[in-house]
C-alpha cells in the first residue's frame, strides 16, 4: 500500500523509533513523535536545541517560510532559535539566477527581522524536482531550567491558542492558487490580503512563545503545522500520556479561513496551522499568560483542558472524538 503525502503516520513513525536506543546520554530529548526538536546536554547552564525541517508545500517566498517554521519549533521548546544551516534544492531546467537571488534574499531578510545568523549550508540544482525544495537546519539555546517539552503536560491544565486557524493554510491557498480563485470571483484584494497572512499576523511563534516563558507556569507547548490543530493535540496527548476536551467554539476561526476551506472543501481543524501556539499551561497561570500575550497584540484564549484519556472535542451539545488526519487537508489543493 502506497503512503499518502505528508507526514508518517504517528503508529508508523513510532514503531520505527522503539527500536532505535539513544548511545549518547548527553541527549535529554530523543527522536520521539510529537517532540518538536531535539536537546542536547554541551556542558554549561544551557542546553542545546537543535531541529531539521523542510519546506514542501510553498513555492512563493519559500524562504521566509523557511526561517519561521524552523524557528517555530526552538521556541516551543522555551529556546531561542539562532543559528541557521540551509540545505537549497533547485528543479533542473527551470532554475534562473534570478529565482535563486530571490529565495537568498527571503532566507537573508526574514533571518535579519528574527535576529537569527545564517551560518552555513548547501545549494544545487537536483534531478527530478518540479519545485524548489529548502531545508532547515535550526540551532538555539535554552536555560536548563527552562526546557519546555511536548510531554510535560499534566491532568487539570488548561488548553491555551494563540492567534487562530489556520494562518498558514490562507496564505498558501491564496499564494498556491491564486489564479483558480480569481476565476471563482474573489477580488484581487481578497486573494492580496490572504496572502499577506504570512507576515500578517504571520507564521512565526517566536514571540508568543517568549512571553508565555516569561510568565511561567508552562508545561508544554507545540506548533501546529502539518495536520493542524487537531494533529497538534493529537501530539502534545501522545507524548504526555493525557487525553483532552477540546471546546470548538472557543477555537478562533480565521474568516479567510472558513471561507477559503469550504471553497476547497478542507477541515480547518485538519489544515496547516503555523502561526499558532498550542500552551498547555498550569490552571494557576493560564490566565496570566492569556493577559500578557492580548497585552502584546496576540490574541489568545482558553479552547479546552487536558484530562486523564481520550480526546474529546465539544460542539454544543455534541460531543465526539477530535478527529485524525491520514493526511494535511491542504494536500488537497494540489491535487
Known sequence: MKLPV??????????LLSSYRILDPKVIVGPKVGEDATVIDTGG?????????????ATDDIGWYLVCISGNDIATMGATPQWLLVTVLLPENKTSESLVKDIFSQIISACEHF???????????????DRPIVVGQMLGQVEKDKLVTSSGAKIGDDVLLTKGIAIEAISLIAREREDVLLSRGYSQKYVKR???????????????????CNVGGVHAMHDPTEGG?????????????VG???????????PECETLCREFSLDPLGVIASGALIIIADS????????????????CSKIGQVIEKDLIIKDGFKEYP???FEADEITKIFK
Request: charged share 20%.
Open 6 to 15: 505528508g507526514k508518517l503516520s504517528p503508529e508508523l513513525l513510532e514503531s
Open 45 to 57: 547552564d544551557s542546553y542545546l536545541v537543535a531541529k531539521t525541517d523542510p519546506i514542501t508545500f
Open 115 to 129: 535576529n537569527i545568523t545564517l551560518c552555513g549550508g548547501h545549494t544545487e540544482i537536483t534531478y527530478g524536482l
Open 194 to 212: 490572504s496572502k499577506q497572512y504570512l507576515k500578517d499576523p504571520g507564521i512565526s511563534v517566536l514571540k508568543d512563545a517568549t512571553i508565555a
Open 229 to 241: 490543530l487537531a494533529t497538534g493535540l493529537h501530539e502534545i496527548a501522545r507524548c504526555s500520556k
Open 244 to 254: 483532552m476536551i477540546i471546546w470548538k467554539d472557543q477555537i478562533n476561526l480565521f
Open 284 to 299: 494557576s497561570q493560564s490566565e496570566n499568560i492569556t493577559n500578557a500575550l492580548i497585552q502584546n497584540s496576540i490574541p
Open 322 to 324: 477530535l478527529p485524525t
